[in-house]
């Protein structure tokens, strides 16, 4: 299973600058399955998703998750933070976020706002 994040940013800009593939329709004519989640944070589409590509056994699956690029910070949704360092108040704010998103995730593995700890999340659940 390939998942595919669509966060419509490049290095330069929208992606409407310089990338105007329809990846759904390329797949599609490859003979995948192709799943949508419309927003990475909708952790049940996400995993509905996943029991969908699981359980065709007859096809490849590519899921087409949107995301929003340094969510959390202030910069997110922008090429700003697209391989650029966030800084300090940035960084903690995205960790905050991610930590956040963790929270409701099944498996993740995160480094926390302090340095030396980690967090490690767990459930039963089998990716």
Known sequence: MLFWDDNGITIDGSTELSFTE????RFDAYGWQVLDVADV?????????????????SQPTIVCVKTVIGAGCKKQGTHGC???????EDLGNTKVSLFSLSLRLPCLALPCLNEDEKIEIYTSHNY
């Open 22 to 25: 329809d990846v759904r329709k």
């Open 82 to 88: 697209h391989g650029a360092p966030l800084g300090a």
């Open 41 to 57: 944070n909708d952790l049940s589409a996400v995993e509905s998703a996943i029991s969908k590509g699981k359980a065709n056994t």
